[in-house]
Each structure stands twice: as structure tokens, then as C-alpha cells.
């Protein structure tokens, strides 16, 4: 592993650099330090004090960002929350992202060690991407997610989760968050218990317009991007209308009615992401009962062990006729919104929901680009809404999401060309992570 205090230079690979533009091919990236320092053809000029890793035949592209995660949740099958929550499966779970060339998360859940785990991953002490993240989130009394904590066994960590009812306290919850200088406001605004148990038969609270309108205006007051929870239509425009900036999910519970709402969204820039890999959870180990074995060595045994367990969430979801039949039809819905958002002009934005059972950290970030091709964006545009747009959806671009000189050195490496096979991201051959290297001998959690 290269020290983040060197000078590295990726030389011969294919560069897709996030901008969309046609790719390098000889290409030659030098980074110093933790940035990027030239960027060019073969005539670049390289350090003589640079170590040269060769590239022949394979892509470089930006390290992926996946702008939509909850880091607290474990992601197996909340059967064994002594294994499952350890320290030691927490710091795997956080160098699993490495693994599948995801270099930046963005954090959207309540989370009360948010502080912590930044700070040990700035320093060192844990191994993995970046993060940023809300830290708090806001839902009406009783509303989302409040009855899926109590499903997952986790009500008792959801410590920053605010629960308002009225204008004036959603002032105060907006204040108070803003206190701990978070990278965003996250507000759930939706009647239904989506990912749980209970996915399309649910009538639960949400805000009111007056109440929805202070938390968006109130979290702009205090320099906050706004992102906001919804699952129908009509909470889309609400949130919409209300001027929140971006959709936390594309809609999942309706296509009726939708065309006016993507339409409001192109018109108003607010874009979307789109955690489709989160419904496929529901039901992605019955079609691939040999799913788990093949992650060994890159997610946490004690994450994988707990999904086949007899009280495992997911394996009760994974063998529910009746949850799988709601899922199916929802990820279908999911799939149809985003085609369509897309062609109508919306931001589409990578982001996973990664946390829930079965939605297992880092392995699910290529599935999800797979998914958003699927839905008729390039190849290219795919790559872009894990690199570029990312980084604009989390207000990272100055420094993230494309390969430039003067950006911070995040960087991937694949076998393969992901413009012919969109799957090639699978096969992440080096990672650079803030000027470190990890090679395909540290990637692994072995």
C-alpha cells in the first residue's frame, strides 16, 4: 500500500474522468499527495520520484460515491446484534465499500456516532470512504421510520431522530440538528412504512404543508441542502412545492400521476436518488440462493452469517409470498418512475439506502448502477450518477466525482471496459483512496 504522502502515477489505462466526454485512452494520472496533480496523454510528464502502476487494458475512473446510506444499520439480518453491531464488523463494513470502488458515502440516517466514525476514518484508525452525512432526521409524531425501527430491533439507537408536529417545533428540530453541523437536512414526509414489513398497505402521519414548509425553509436559513424522504406522488409535490432540493427515492408507489411531478422537478432542478437495490433486498437471495458465498471475504462473515439465520429480517422477507409479491410490484414502479424521470430531465443521483436487511454496504453499489442503466440511462450517464452527479448532489464537486487535476485523489481501477459492459465495475482492480493505494492484495477483508 502507497503512502497518501507520495507521488503515484496511473499510467496506460482507458480514463473516464466523469465529465462524459469521449475517453483517454494512454492515459497518464499523477497524484501527489492526497490530490491530483496532471492529468493528460502519454506525454505527460511524471515525477522521477513516482511510483508507476501500469494500466494496460483496464478503465480509470473517479472512486464511486454512493449518496444515499445508513451506516448504523447493519445491513444483515438483525439476528445477531452482538456480532453484527462489534467493532471489529463495523471497521470491516467500512473498508467492504473499498472493495467494490466506492471511495464516498453520504450518511442519511440519524446517527448518533456519526462524529466518532468520522473522526476514526479521517485518521485512520478505521479504513474506509469518505463520509458526510445529515447526523439527524426529522418525521412527524409516529411516522417513518419509527415503526421500521421497532421491526429491525433498532428504536433504541434512533437517538437523533426528531418527531415534530407543528411549524414551531420544526423550527426548533431544524436549529437544534443545524447545531451539530451536519452536511444536509433529512425529512421524512410520506403515509407509508416502506422498506418493512409492511410496504404498500400503511397510512401513517406526515407533516402538514405549514409544518413541511418551516423544516425546508428553516434548513435553508441555516445553509442546509435539503433532501427528503417520500414514496407517493402527491408527497413528492408536496416536498417539492415546499422547495425541498432533492427526493431521498424516486416515487415507489404510484406511476399515475407522476408526469407532472418530474416535470416540476426538471423545472426546479431537483433531482433524485434512486435505492432500488434496497427493494431488490426483498427478495435477491431467492433468486440467488448462492448470493452470500459469493461475497465471502468482501462483507463481514458476521453480516452474511446473520442473513440465513433462523430470526434473520431478511430471510422472513426473502420468504414472505406476500412481502415479496408487494416488492416486486414496488421495484417495478421504481424501475418505470426513474426511465421516465430521466427522460423528462430529472437529476438521477446513485444512492442506495444501503443499511436495511439484506442491502449489504458497498456489494450493492455496482447492482445499483446496473439497475439505473436498466432504466435507460447510458453507460456513461450510469458511470456519471456514481462519480459526477454524485458529488454535486452532496455538494462535494469542487473537490469530488471527476478526475482532474487539483481534485483529491480518489480514484478506481477496473479490468475491463464498463462502457461496453456495465458489470466491468465489478472488477476493481486497484483502489486510490485520499492518495492511498490499496492494491488487489488489500482488497479483501481477509
Given at each position: 500500500m502507497a503512502s497518501g504522502n507520495g507521488r503515484v502515477a496511473l499510467v496506460g489505462g482507458t480514463l473516464i474522468d466523469g465529465n462524459g466526454g469521449v475517453p483517454l485512452r494512454d492515459a497518464v494520472v499523477v497524484i501527489d499527495g492526497n490530490r491530483i496533480a496532471a492529468v493528460g496523454g502519454p506525454g505527460t510528464e511524471i515525477p522521477k520520484d513516482a511510483e508507476t502502476i501500469r494500466c494496460d487494458g483496464k478503465t480509470v475512473l473517479p472512486g464511486l460515491i454512493d449518496a444515499h446510506v445508513h451506516v448504523t444499520s447493519s445491513s444483515g439480518g438483525q439476528a445477531s446484534p452482538q456480532t453484527e453491531y462489534s467493532p471489529a464488523t463495523r471497521a470491516a463494513k467500512m473498508k467492504s465499500w473499498l472493495l467494490f470502488g466506492v471511495t464516498t458515502i453520504f450518511d442519511m440516517g440519524s446517527n448518533a456516532v456519526f462524529d466518532q466514525l468520522k473522526a476514526d476514518l479521517e485518521s485512520g484508525k478505521v479504513v474506509g470512504p469518505r463520509m458526510f452525512g445529515v447526523k439527524y432526521a426529522i418525521t412527524s409524531p409516529g411516522g417513518h421510520p419509527t415503526g421500521l425501527g421497532r421491526e429491525l430491533r433498532l428504536a433504541d439507537r434512533d437517538t437523533n431522530l426528531f418527531q415534530v408536529a407543528t411549524a414551531e417545533e420544526a423550527r426548533t428540530a431544524v436549529k437544534k440538528a443545524a447545531e451539530g453541523k451536519p452536511d444536509g437536512l433529512k425529512i421524512h414526509h410520506t403515509r407509508s412504512q416502506f422498506p418493512g414489513i409492511s410496504c404498500l398497505d400503511c397510512d401513517l402521519e406526515k407533516h402538514d404543508g405549514e409544518t413541511l414548509r418551516a423544516l425546508v425553509d428553516e434548513g435553508h436559513k441555516q445553509g442546509l441542502k435539503v433532501f427528503c424522504h417520500i414514496a407517493w406522488p402527491s408527497e413528492a409535490r408536496e416536498a417539492i412545492e415546499a422547495g425541498v432540493d432533492c427526493l431521498a427515492h424516486t416515487?415507489?408507489?404510484?406511476?399515475?400521476g407522476t408526469r407532472p411531478v418530474f416535470e416540476l422537478m426538471a423545472a426546479r432542478g431537483v433531482g433524485m436518488h434512486t435505492t432500488m437495490t434496497r427493494i431488490e433486498a426483498?427478495?435477491?437471495?431467492k433468486r440467488d440462493p448462492f448470493l452470500r458465498e459469493k461475497l465471502r471475504g468482501k462483507v463481514p462473515d458476521a453480516v452474511l452469517d446473520s442473513l440465513g439465520m433462523p430470526n434473520s429480517i431478511s430471510r422472513m422477507r426473502n420468504e414472505s409470498d406476500e412481502v415479496e409479491g408487494d416488492a416486486r410490484r414496488i421495484m417495478e414502479i421504481a424501475r418505470a418512475n426513474t426511465k421516465r424521470a430521466h427522460k423528462m430531465g430529472v437529476n438521477i443521483f446513485c444512492g442506495t439506502d444501503s443499511g436495511g436487511p439484506g442491502g449489504l454496504h458497498g456489494a450493492v453499489v455496482p447492482?445499483?448502477?446496473e439497475i439505473i442503466n436498466e432504466c435507460g440511462l447510458t453507460p456513461m450517464q450510469s458511470i456519471q450518477a456514481a462519480t459526477r452527479d454524485a458529488a454535486a448532489c452532496i455538494g462535494q464537486s469542487a473537490?469530488?466525482?471527476t478526475v482532474e487535476k487539483g481534485k483529491l485523489a480518489d480514484v478506481i481501477v477496473v479490468a475491463g471496459n464498463p462502457l461496453?459492459?456495465?458489470?466491468?465495475?465489478?472488477?476493481?482492480?486497484l483502489v486510490v483512496r485520499d492518495g492511498v493505494v490499496f492494491g488487489s492484495s488489500q482488497l479483501t477483508l481477509n
Open positions: 416515487i415507489t408507489h404510484a406511476e399515475t426483498y427478495f435477491v437471495f447492482r445499483e448502477i473537490n469530488l466525482g461496453r459492459d456495465i458489470s466491468d465495475l465489478r472488477k476493481i482492480d
